[in-house]
């Protein structure tokens, strides 16, 4: 089973812009693994952020944006607000077979 | 309105059965993939394994495929996730998803003696 890596941790200041990766021990991150990215609070479900690469949610805060960068899939924050503040997830797809990352741990600060 | 409605928490003793639901509404419910994740407490998450409702094919993750059984019954809308033999190491909260990233509220599974 391929094995997709993240950032363990990561600050920003506020109003700040930083951006998480996302890659896969198989290689470069393509569209063909249609990139998720989630978002998860403390004793709260894992929201969507970004499906499919890049494309947002109504709910998804314009700050955050989708996007493949240098063979990882990335999710960039631009902005950040303390809100923000929480543990990132992505998730890539093998022809069907789906990987969690490990999660970046996001502090505002 | 897409939602993905899941059954309550669960106590259960080791070597006992369970199944737990995920109902959708607003979409058509055979149309889209639904994934079922576990999330073990301070842990990260994990893709456990989905289905497909139109024709009921599932897949399922090497640390999974023998251990869980992921149904569905597509005339109710409805998922599931079921054990024959719970362990102590199946307490954890499980999550339902679907294609696009609509997710269940999540049933906290507690397995212990």
Same mark, same amino acid.
């Given at each position: 089973q391929a094995v997709v890596t993240q950032e363990p941790s990561l600050t920003v200041s506020p109003g700040g812009t930083v951006t998480l990766t996302c890659g896969s021990s198989t290689g470069a991150v393509t569209s063909g693994h249609y990139p998720y990215w989630f978002q998860q609070k403390p004793g709260q479900a894992p929201r969507t952020?970004?499906? &499919?690469t890049s494309n947002k949610h109504?709910?998804?805060?314009?700050?955050f944006s989708g996007s493949l960068l240098g063979g990882k899939a990335a999710l960039t924050l631009s902005?950040?607000?303390?809100? &923000?503040e929480a543990d990132y997830y992505c998730l890539l797809s093998y022809s069907g077979a789906w990987v969690f990352g490990g999660g970046t741990k996001l502090t505002v600060l | 309105e897409v939602q993905l409605v899941q059954s309550g928490a669960e106590v259960k003793k080791p070597g006992e059965s369970l199944k737990i639901s995920c109902k959708g509404s607003?979409?058509?419910?055979?149309s889209y993939w639904i994934g079922w994740v576990r999330q073990m407490p301070g842990k990260g998450l994990e893709w456990m394994g989905i289905i497909?409702?139109?024709?009921?094919?599932s897949r399922y993750s090497p640390s999974f495929q023998g251990q869980v059984t992921i149904s569905a019954d597509k005339s109710i809308s409805t998922a599931y996730l079921q054990w024959s033999s719970l362990k102590a190491s199946d307490t954890a909260m499980y999550y339902c998803v679907r294609h696009a990233g609509y997710w269940g509220q999540g049933t906290l599974v507690t397995v212990s003696s």
């Open positions: 952020l970004i499906y &499919d109504s709910w998804t805060p314009a700050r902005g950040a607000q303390p809100e &923000d | 607003g979409y058509s419910f055979s497909y409702p139109g024709d009921s094919d």
